[in-house]
Nanobody, 125 residues
Framework: QVLLVESGGGSVQAGGSLKLSCVAS????????MGWYRKVPGKEREGVALVESYGTPDYANSVKGRFTISIDNAKTTLYLQMNNLKPEDTAMYYC???????????????????WGKGTQVTISQ
């Protein structure tokens, strides 16, 4: 069973930074497909950033140049460094993983089957 636990959310002023963490357990194999998503009430969930084994990270246009996704060498913790935060970044942020991912498979925002419970990020003017 895959367990994902996010942390690092909080309230900061516009222009500030936050670093989200997602501790993952239960993922088998050395390859991964994981991502960060965010959800605002009344809006659809948005894929923010994606990372896979041996691949180039992908970012939503709205966060390119400001957010950086990374994973530790042990492949147990996923990070999202968020800089120059804007009020429109306010949302609940979720970590997700494709627990069936194998090298050569397609890694995409719609392929995740395991989700964390989220961490709230609030950006004020």
């Amino acid at each position: 069973q895959v367990l994902l636990v996010e942390s690092g959310g909080g309230s900061v002023q516009a222009g500030g930074s936050l670093k989200l963490s997602c501790v993952a357990s239960g993922l088998s194999g050395g390859n991964y497909c994981m991502g960060w998503y965010r959800k605002v009430p009344g809006k659809e969930r948005e894929g923010v950033a994606l990372v896979e084994s041996y691949g180039t990270p992908d970012y939503a246009n709205s966060v390119k140049g400001r957010f950086t996704i990374s994973i530790d060498n042990a492949k147990t913790t996923l990070y999202l460094q968020m800089n120059n935060l804007k009020p429109e970044d306010t949302a609940m942020y979720y970590c997700a993983a494709d627990s069936y991912f194998k090298l050569g498979n397609f890694c995409g925002y719609y392929g995740m089957d395991s989700w964390g419970k989220g961490t709230q990020v609030t950006i004020s003017q």
